[in-house]
C-alpha cells in the first residue's frame, strides 16, 4: 500500500470513527426567532438535498444517479465530475473510438477543483480540438470512453459513450434547456436531470470530493471525500469567516458587511461546519461558524450548524438555524 493510500484510509478511518462521536445537545431556537430545520442525508451519506432557505427541501435523491455534467454556456463548455463518488477522468489523444488497450498510471487521472469555479474542472473549458478526442471516464472499478462529437447553444451536446470494450458505443443528445445549471450524465441511464429549476432552490447538501493539495507525505493531493453544502450557481451566493467565532443571536446586518464579503465559489460553506481531531477522532459542530448566503430573491440570510445527528444520536441528521437579515 504507498503513502497516498494508507494516509487517506487512515483519514478516512478517523472519520467515519469520529462520525459515531454524539453531540452534545444545542438549545433550539425560541419560537418566532429564526428558523430551524434538521435534514436527513441517510446514516451513509447517501443522498444529495436541493434546499430553498425559504421553502425547504425542493428535491432529493442518491448522490450516485449522475456520473459528470456539463455547463450550458456553449461558449466556455466545461465538464464537471461526480466527485462524491470518486469519479476521475482522462483526455487521450486517440481518436480511435475503437481502442480498447489503454495503461493510464494511477498519478495521471485527473480531478476536478472542489470549489467549482470556471476553468477549475479537471480540464478547464473545453475547446474545438477537444472534439472528437476519446475520453476515458473511472468510475470506481470500471472503466469508460466517450467522444464529445459537438456541441453548441441550439443543439446541446452530442456525444458517443461507452465501456471501455465498446467497439461502437452509444451516440447521445443532452439537450439545452435554460431551466437548469448543468446537463447531466449517467453512465448507466445516459442524459439524465438532477437538479430542480434552478431559480427554486439555493444550496444543495451532498457529498463531495476535497482537495487537499500537496498534503501527502511525498507531496502529492489528497482528495478527501466530505459530506457538505454547495452554493446553487444560478444566482446565488455565500460567504464565510472560518477565524472568528460570533454568536448567530448577535450577528447582524452590519457584521456581514463589514466583514464578509460575497462570492459565487459553490464550496464557500462546503464541510467546515463540522470539524474532525485526526489525533483523538473526534468530531464537533461549530456553531460559532457564521455564513451568510444571498439567495434567488436577493434576500441576504445568516446560517450556522448546531448537530450533525438525530435525538437518536444517528449521524447524517444536519441540523441548522438560519435568520434573513436583509
Not at 453544502?229 to 455565500?238: H, I
Request: hydrophobic content about 35%; proline content about 5%.
Amino acid at each position: 500500500m504507498s503513502i497516498k493510500h494508507f494516509t487517506i484510509l487512515l483519514l478516512s478511518i478517523l472519520f467515519v470513527a469520529s462520525c459515531e462521536k454524539a453531540e452534545k445537545p444545542y438549545p433550539l431556537p425560541e419560537p418566532g426567532s429564526a428558523n430551524f430545520d434538521k435534514l436527513d442525508i441517510g446514516d451513509n451519506y447517501q443522498k444529495h438535498i436541493f434546499y430553498s432557505l425559504e421553502k425547504g427541501i425542493i428535491a432529493e435523491d442518491s448522490f450516485t444517479i449522475w456520473d459528470f455534467c456539463f455547463t450550458q454556456d456553449f461558449n466556455h463548455l466545461e465538464l464537471w465530475l461526480n466527485g462524491g463518488k470518486g469519479n476521475l477522468i482522462y483526455k487521450t489523444e486517440e481518436t480511435n473510438f475503437t481502442k480498447s488497450d489503454y495503461s493510464i498510471p494511477a498519478s495521471k487521472w485527473n480531478y476536478d477543483s472542489p470549489t467549482w469555479n470556471p476553468k477549475e474542472s479537471a480540464y478547464g473549458f473545453i475547446k474545438n480540438e477537444d472534439l472528437q478526442k476519446v475520453w476515458l471516464l473511472k468510475i470506481k472499478n470500471k472503466t469508460f470512453k466517450f467522444q464529445i462529437i459537438s456541441f453548441n447553444n441550439v443543439d446541446g451536446i452530442h456525444l458517443k459513450f461507452g465501456s471501455i470494450d465498446d467497439s461502437l458505443g452509444s451516440i447521445h443528445q443532452l439537450e439545452p434547456n435554460p431551466n437548469y445549471s448543468y446537463l447531466y450524465f449517467s453512465a448507466e441511464k445516459g442524459p439524465i436531470q438532477i437538479e430542480p429549476n434552478k431559480e427554486k432552490w439555493d444550496v444543495l447538501f451532498t457529498r463531495y470530493r476535497h482537495i487537499f493539495y500537496g498534503e501527502n507525505p511525498d507531496g502529492s493531493d489528497m482528495p478527501y471525500f466530505v459530506n457538505g453544502v454547495l452554493l446553487n450557481p444560478y444566482q446565488t451566493m455565500g460567504a464565510a469567516d472560518t477565524l472568528n467565532p460570533r454568536n448567530f443571536d448577535d450577528f447582524t446586518i452590519d457584521t456581514a458587511l463589514m466583514h464578509y464579503e460575497l462570492t459565487k465559489q459553490r464550496d464557500i460553506i462546503g464541510y467546515h461546519w463540522k470539524e474532525v481531531n485526526i489525533n483523538n477522532g473526534e468530531y464537533t459542530i461549530l456553531p460559532k461558524r457564521i455564513y451568510i448566503i444571498r439567495d434567488q430573491q436577493d434576500k441576504l440570510w445568516k446560517i450556522h450548524f448546531v448537530n450533525f445527528y438525530n435525538d437518536d444520536g444517528l449521524k447524517g441528521k444536519p441540523q441548522f438555524e438560519f435568520q434573513q437579515i436583509q
